[in-house]
Every structure is written in C-alpha cells, then in structure tokens.
C-alpha cells in the first residue's frame, strides 16, 4: 500500500522560471488536496479536489498559481513567473472522501527554493 | 479568524524524559483535534485524534489530552526516544470544513 507520493523533493528554479509539481495520491482516495508551509510554520491550505474539479481554490495566493487533477488521480501544481516568495515546501494530501472525519494522509513535500 | 497556537516552539529533552506540548485553539465550531508528528523531510503523520467529548487519547507513549471548554490540549510524551525528535503539529478541524487549521509546530529534540 503505497502513501501519498511526490515529484521532485526538490526543485530549485530562477526567478520567473515556471514549475510543475506533481502528487501522486492513495489510490481510491477521492479528496486531494495542496498545502504551502514556510520555514517553522504550519501548513496553511491552498487548494482542494473533490474528483477532477477544484472545489475550494481560495487559498491560491495569486493567478500564478494553478492546479489541475484532469482524471481525478493525479494532481499537478503549476506556479508560473516564480517569486523567491514562493519559496517553501508543498506539502499534498489526499484522503477517502472529503470533509470531517475523513483523515488527511500527507505527502514527503516538494521543496521548491527560488533564487 | 481561526487559530491555533503551540507552546514551546522548540524544546531539548534527555533520553528516557518526559515533556509535555500544549495547544490552543480558537476554532469555533470545534470538530477535532489532531496531533502530528512530522520527522524532517517528511509530511505530517496523524498520531492520535479526539472529538468535542474525548479527553484523552493515548498511541503508545503518547497521550494527548483536550479540555473543550478551555480549548486546550497538551501532547505528552512519555520515556523519550530518539527517534522522537521531529516536529509535533497539531490539528484542529471546525464544523463540517474539510480546512485543516494547523499550528506552527513544536520541535523537539531528543538527545542521548
């Protein structure tokens, strides 16, 4: 029973450069979700799939930022014109269903240092 | 706003100790509360968790402890191991939301 994967771990771009990231949740788990966490933080949410459509994208700091589920598996962060700001690890979790109860399983992270 | 906050930031216990993390939260409508622990380099790992009429829940050598009228809880770690050391989150979820609001972490550091 494989975790929540994801690729790379690490990834260091150049400011403006675009990156993917991708996350690989537990199969079956209809809920995915993408978490940003700066150094000694917590995770603070960015964005939530129910199936293939984002549900909640509230927490996207900006139009830069855009993320696709296209067969409601996998999930692809994009950040374009990167910022040395975006600097941080994303975290990606997914669980069964969504909402209360249902627990998140957390990803390794991506960290993503901007220069 | 939702919030929660951790206490210490950061601690160093010896092997074999005892220490105790505290949490405190001002979500509203509290659902649960979650401890993780997340080893660096790696993502969060759920440890124990505890609905409005739970006061405490125990995984191996850690209790962890709410008072809901409070809105506190504390995450006790009992005969410290090295493999302790890591970074202790904690949790809480309002109402029905899928949103997780997290803290900003205790990092403890166990040494022999």
């Known amino acids: 029973g494989a975790g929540v994967s994801q690729t790379p771990s690490n990834k260091v771009t150049e400011k403006g450069k675009y990156v993917e990231l991708r996350c690989d949740p537990i199969?079956?788990?209809?809920?995915l979700y993408w978490y940003r966490q700066s150094l000694g933080q917590g995770p603070e949410f960015l964005i939530y799939?129910?199936?293939?459509?984002?549900?909640?994208d509230s927490g996207l700091p900006n139009d830069r930022f855009f993320a696709v589920r296209p067969e409601g598996s996998v999930s692809t962060l994009k950040i374009q014109r990167t910022e040395r700001g975006d600097s941080a690890v994303y975290l990606c979790?997914?669980?069964?269903?969504?909402?209360?109860?249902?627990?998140?399983?957390f990803g390794p992270g991506t960290r993503l240092t901007v220069l | 706003k939702n919030q929660v906050e951790q206490s210490p930031q950061s601690l160093i216990i010896l092997e074999g100790k005892n220490c105790t993390l505290q949490?405190?939260?001002?979500?509203?409508?509290?659902?649960?509360l979650r401890w993780y622990k997340q080893d660096t380099g790696r993502g969060p790992v759920s440890l124990t968790i505890?609905?409005?009429?739970?006061n405490t829940k125990s995984n191996g050598r850690y209790t962890a402890t709410l008072d809901a009228d409070t809105k506190q809880s504390s995450l006790h770690i009992t005969a410290s191991q090295l493999s302790d050391s890591a970074s202790y989150i904690c949790?809480?979820?309002?109402?029905?939301?899928?949103?997780?609001?997290f803290g900003a972490g205790t990092t403890v550091t166990v040494r022999a």
């Open positions: 505890m609905t409005f009429s739970e």
């Open positions: 979790a997914s669980s069964l269903l969504a909402g209360v109860g249902n627990e998140q399983f």
């Open positions: 199969s079956g788990h209809t809920a």
């Open positions: 799939f129910q199936g293939t459509g984002a549900a909640d």
């Open positions: 949790v809480v979820s309002a109402g029905n939301d899928y949103k997780l609001s």
């Open positions: 949490c405190n939260y001002t979500v509203s409508p509290f659902s649960n």
